[in-house]
């Protein structure tokens, strides 16, 4: 069930729909939001509160994908590991008597 959630994002307040067990992330992740369009913001009062979003949005995404990235890499690195070791335990259970 979806609940009514109010998160305040640079003094402004929204509500937005969201499964009961997802209030804490979604606060946590309006939180980050808040905070990156700030510091974009900075002294520049002037800047349109819509190019700070796009601009807060545009290095969460990327931060995101740097992620994504990096588990993928690592994810080879750990299934070639993981494939060594299994042929090492052929080759191991091929050499046992039988």
Known sequence: MSNA???KIMDRDYTVGCPEHQVDSLQSAA???DKQMREIQGDHKS????????LAALNIAHDLQ?????REKS?????????EMNRKLDDLFDTLPR
């Open 31 to 33: 939180r980050l939001l």
């Open 47 to 54: 800047v349109s509160l819509e190019r700070v979003a796009v």
């Open 66 to 70: 740097m992620l994504r990235e990096s």
């Open 75 to 83: 994810d080879g690195v750990i299934g070639r590991n993981l494939g």
């Open 5 to 7: 959630v109010t998160i």
